[in-house]
């Protein structure tokens, strides 16, 4: 991440410091670098297309779907993957045209799918035999065909964590791969539908090397053949998203490598593949910058309390998830270390980010930065506990700016309304 440690200035993004966002924003607040996000969206269409691909990079707006940020990656060209009608509206709003976008996801609605087509979509990834149905009937009454491509389930184990494992057998993605060529040639038969290639995504925050990768999309080169062998067109395969990125040690695998899975697999059929990536341009493009509450002083533990909770960053909550923690201010960089927890204020035990992890001698006031935290972060929060959803900036260079204003406390009373039998 384009982070430095500055012995005046203290922790930078690019050329900001994180302490001058704290003071003028307030905390808990995130930060995006524009810079590592054009950056790292160039390596990956870089390595597919090294790799001797024709690729398209769609850029997974569940990850991140700040406006600017989909601002920055529209200006790089990228496409985007969408999973709702929200998200697809906010994309376009991003300037990111339906038109290089995939809508995917197993409860896609009629009036959502209405939207997209109206919107001129790019492709649908249908999840199930009876979305099938669905999409035909919407899309012919509009006097449409729909672009679809099945997403298939390849019963592959990506080995990651159990709540984002997505391709196995047992997991709710996806057609079962045996059953994909029966329902794509049902396709071609229906009047509202285009049949246009096979998807896949088996999973998240991969990291043990890309054979996973490399065994999903062998079986879905042998469906393609398969395909063309009885007569039925497939124009592309999208490939999904899933490279992972180090929180901690980990050894991701590169961009070239997962390129290189993918030609070894694909590259024969001589069609455009395409990738859905959110966790591995987003995830270190941003930080969470937070202010010490309190030290307090367990019966057995030091718990650092933080103005950041579980509501604003729920990934160590929700999966255990490993954050970078640092501390912004220079005079702590290079100070001794003790372990503590590092803990939100939200009244649950799970809002712990850390347990006995080495950090610097923290006091009241101080700002520590989450790191990697660009991706699954400002997307997954929530108000709990009455929190508002907290501010975003944008980074660039030496510029920056808020692009997503602190919640005003009066949002969460703004909907709400008590009946008068009620009030009595
Ligand atoms: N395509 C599809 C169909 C997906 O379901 C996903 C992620 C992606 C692409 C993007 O995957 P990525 O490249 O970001 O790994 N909240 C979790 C991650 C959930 C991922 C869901 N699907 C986390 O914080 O780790």
């Not at 927890?341 to 001698?361: A, H, N």
Request: aromatic letters at 6%; hydrophobic letters at 45%.
């Amino acid at each position: 991440p384009q982070l430095t440690a500055h012995a005046q200035d203290g922790l930078c993004l690019e050329d900001v410091p994180l302490a001058r966002i704290a003071a003028e924003v307030g905390t808990p607040s995130w930060a995006y670098s524009a810079n590592t996000l054009r950056r790292r969206y160039r390596a990956l269409r870089d390595a597919l297309g090294d790799a001797g691909l024709r690729a398209t990079v769609h850029f997974a707006a569940k990850s991140n779907s700040n406006l600017a940020v989909l601002r920055v990656l529209a200006g790089e060209g990228a496409g985007a993957d969408v999973v709702s009608g929200g998200e697809l509206r906010l994309t376009v709003a991003g300037g990111i045209g339906a038109d290089r976008t995939v809508f995917s996801g197993v409860g896609k609605t009629a009036a959502e799918v209405r939207e997209a087509l109206a919107a001129n979509i790019f492709q649908i990834n249908a999840e199930s035999a009876e979305e099938v149905e669905m999409l035909s009937a919407v899309a012919a009454e509009m006097g449409l065909r729909a672009p679809v491509a099945i997403r298939v389930n390849p019963d592959v184990d990506a080995r990651t964590h159990a709540k984002i494992t997505t391709g196995k057998a047992e997991n709710k993605f996806g057609v079962a791969i045996a059953d994909a060529a029966a329902l794509y040639a049902r396709m071609a038969s229906l009047p509202g539908i285009r049949p246009i290639g096979i998807a896949v995504h088996i999973g998240s925050q991969i990291t043990e090397g890309v054979s996973a990768f490399r065994a999903a999309y062998a079986r879905v080169a042998e469906l393609v053949t398969a395909l063309r062998g009885r007569g039925l067109p497939v124009e592309r395969v999208d490939c999904g998203g899933g490279l992972g990125i180090p929180y901690r040690d980990e050894v991701a695998p590169k961009p070239e490598a997962l390129a290189g899975a993918i030609a070894g697999a694909l590259k024969h059929l001589d069609l455009p593949v395409m990738i859905e990536p959110g966790r591995w341009i987003a995830g270190p493009a941003g930080v969470l910058i937070s202010r010490v509450v309190l030290v307090k002083h367990g019966a057995t533990r030091r718990f650092v309390v933080l103005d950041a909770g579980m509501n604003d960053l729920l990934r160590p909550a929700m999966y255990d998830a490993w954050h970078g923690i640092l501390p912004v201010g220079a005079e702590l960089f290079h100070s001794a270390r003790r372990p503590a927890d590092v803990v939100g204020p939200v009244c649950e035990t799970g809002d712990t980010f850390t347990r006995g992890r080495d950090l610097p001698e923290l006091r009241p006031g101080d700002v520590v930065a989450m790191l990697d935290a660009g991706a699954y972060g400002a997307a997954m929060s929530s108000t709990y506990n009455a929190r508002p959803l907290a501010a975003e900036v944008l980074v660039d260079g030496n510029r920056w700016a808020v692009v997503r204003e602190r919640q005003p406390f009066e949002d969460l009373l703004a909907r709400q309304s008590v009946p008068d039998w009620v009030a009595g």
